[in-house]
């Protein structure tokens, strides 16, 4: 019987599912406690949620301008 076979191939998958679950449940937990995103005392959103939310913006931006050919690309001076 080889190592590769429908029974192991079941226990990985059920393994991974599981293990996804528990992880994405512990991330959720951490996260909530790490970083408000509100600060509960003044109710203004976080200072770094904020820059984190510009810094995405602005490289979607410049990624999108790139992509689409705009810019300060100069094209070579015809002799």
């Excluded at 970083?35 to 810094?55: E, F, R």
């Amino acid at each position: 019987m080889g190592i590769v076979n429908r029974r192991n191939a079941v226990v990985g998958w059920l393994t991974l599912a599981v293990g996804k679950r528990v992880l994405k449940n512990k991330a959720k937990g951490v996260a909530r406690e790490a970083v408000p995103s509100v600060d509960p005392h003044t109710m203004k959103p976080n200072k770094g949620a904020v820059a984190l939310l510009a810094a995405g913006v602005i490289g979607a931006l410049t990624f999108w301008r790139k992509r689409s050919g705009g810019g300060d690309e100069t094209e070579p001076a015809e002799a």
